[in-house]
């Protein structure tokens, strides 16, 4: 049973082209195209929709899944038109120049009377790179249009975030005009933040003194009270707490004095997900555009006092091999590095949470050192003794990539049978239905192939990466003078270390 999947997208960009561009509109126009085509009698439908995602990228949820499916699952993907698949020209037209025809997927855009399957898009050809290069263009302007909007609303002191930030909320249900009220007990956390750094305690010390009295953290706050948005945020572990840094940040948001600052960071490029840090003078401020928390003259008495705690030098950081690869067993958190003559890593949670497990967390960085070298050494050792050739003397990469020529040469088979069978048709030596027969089980032995030879791909590459792990030049790493950066990027995943001293470590590589 073959299967037909239905891409839909709708995005903020296409709201002033109305209903005839909705999600339902789409599937519509869609379901009717399968029904008034007899070839699809009796065909799978499935359903895959991106709703409010641009068309710039392909990081959608819905396109990821229905590219998973393509070439196994699905045989056919039918859209209303090109800027609903994607706005970018040269992704476009990868997928239907060499991504779809080798996966043997048919590809329709009902509107711009394109179907791969007909001949008449074996080849993307030049209307449709203009069709493309179209979208693209027509997506950078509609962005430039809403970004000067959005602008001009922050210049109006109207909130353009999609979620209040901690203190407020949105009135009611609607965010009527981007104008935030205050949240009663967030912002009592809020002012009790200030007074306290006001009345000189640090905020290492409200950190500590907010989670003893049980105060849910910004996050956990929003979870409670459901007001995320479903967000799904990373973090670090479940201990979601109160710390130095998100008191920090507390204390130097000018927007709990009732104004708004906007427009501190802007895209690289309208496709790209990077941003970039503006200069202060080029963001948007807009005086009272809110009710404020706190008092502007409270403000400025925590600065102060924050100022004061500071450190008045203060030192560079030295390069750190381990950074971020060295994390706590319990709560997630990537271990800080102390300064001074035998340095060691520690759990920086037990600031705000004394009584945590995290407290216990400790390991000098030169038993981690020996510790790590000790730990690949044995690897190698046992990588070493366990060769990686077959009885036969055939190593597992050479057998695999035997396989796939041999994928690839029932591939070229499939072809050549193919051109055969259509020219036996084309001169009458084969009727029709033997036609059709032979087309048929000529299609399900390259989907078998192409199935195969995936998999086959993806064991050769885990073996080549296993392989890389066990080589001499690993053993160089192990019994140089010492592991670099670049060496623990490579093969180092993460280290996980507990009480005690205690080390789990997390090689990138298949042990």
């Known amino acids: 049973m073959k299967t037909i999947a239905l ?45 409010g995602y641009s068309g710039v990228s392909f990081e959608r949820p819905g396109i990821q ?21 994607g706005r970018n020209l040269v992704e476009v037209g990868d997928y239907l120049d060499q991504i779809f025809p080798f996966l043997g997927v048919r590809f329709i855009a009902v509107n711009e009377g394109y179907d791969s399957g007909r001949g008449t898009g074996s080849s993307v050809g030049l209307d449709v790179s203009l069709k493309a290069l179209v979208y693209e263009m027509y997506s950078r302007d509609v962005s430039e249009k809403i970004r000067a909007v959005k602008q001009a609303k922050m210049h109006r002191g109207e909130y353009q975030g999609s979620l209040a930030f901690y203190g407020y909320k949105w009135p009611g249900t609607a965010k009527a005009k981007g104008r935030l009220e205050i949240d009663g007990p967030a912002a009592e956390v809020v002012r009790r933040i200030f007074q306290m750094a006001a009345q000189g305690a640090a905020p290492a010390e409200i950190a500590v003194k907010l989670n003893r009295d049980g ?64 200069p202060r003078e080029e963001w948007i401020t807009a005086e009272a555009a809110h009710e404020a928390i706190v008092s502007k003259e409270l403000f400025d008495q925590a600065q102060a006092v924050m100022r004061h705690c500071q450190h008045t030098k203060k030192q560079a950081k030295p390069y750190q091999r381990f950074r971020g690869l060295v994390k706590c067993a319990y709560c997630g958190r990537a271990l800080t590095r102390s300064t001074g003559k035998e340095p060691y890593y520690y759990c920086i949670t037990r600031r705000a949470l004394p009584e945590a497990p995290c407290a216990g967390v400790r390991l000098g960085e030169e038993e981690l050192d020996v510790s790590l070298r000790e730990s690949l050494r044995i690897r190698i050792q046992l990588a070493g003794q366990s060769g990686g050739a077959r009885q036969d003397g055939r190593s597992e990469q050479s057998i695999l990539r035997e396989k796939l020529r041999e994928c690839q040469r029932d591939m070229d088979r499939c072809k050549a049978r193919q051109a055969a069978d259509f020219e036996d048709y084309a001169e009458g030596r084969i009727g029709k239905q033997e036609y059709l027969s032979r087309k048929g089980e000529i299609a399900l032995w390259q989907e078998e192939t192409v199935r195969e030879y995936r998999v086959l791909t993806d064991k050769l590459a885990e073996a080549v990466k296993s392989r890389a792990g066990r080589t001499a030049d690993s053993g160089q790493h192990v019994f140089g003078k010492k592991l670099t950066r670049e060496m623990l990027e490579g093969l180092v995943k993460e280290i996980r270390v507990g009480k005690e001293n205690a080390m789990e470590i997390v090689w990138k590589f298949r042990e």
Not at 18 to 41: P, T, V
Not at 220 to 237: I, K, Q, V
Request: hydrophobic content about 35%; charged content about 30%.
């Open 7 to 51: 891409y839909m997208r709708l995005s903020s960009e296409d709201a002033h082209e109305g209903e005839s561009c909705s999600i339902g509109n789409q599937r519509a126009l869609l379901l009717d195209y399968i029904e008034s085509h007899d070839e699809f009698a009796g065909w799978d439908v499935l359903e895959f929709y991106d709703d």
């Open 215 to 278: 105060i849910p953290s910004p996050l956990m706050y929003r979870r409670e009270n459901h007001t995320d948005g479903g967000h799904s945020w990373r973090e670090a572990g479940d201990m979601t707490c109160w710390t130095r840094e998100n008191v920090r940040r507390t204390l130097c948001d000018e927007r709990y004095t009732g104004k708004l600052i906007s427009h501190k960071r802007a895209k690289v490029d309208v496709s790209a997900k990077k941003s970039r840090l503006l």
């Open 65 to 85: 899944k229905l590219l998973a499916l393509a070439g196994s699952t699905v045989n056919c993907i039918i859209v209303k038109d090109f800027s609903r698949f």
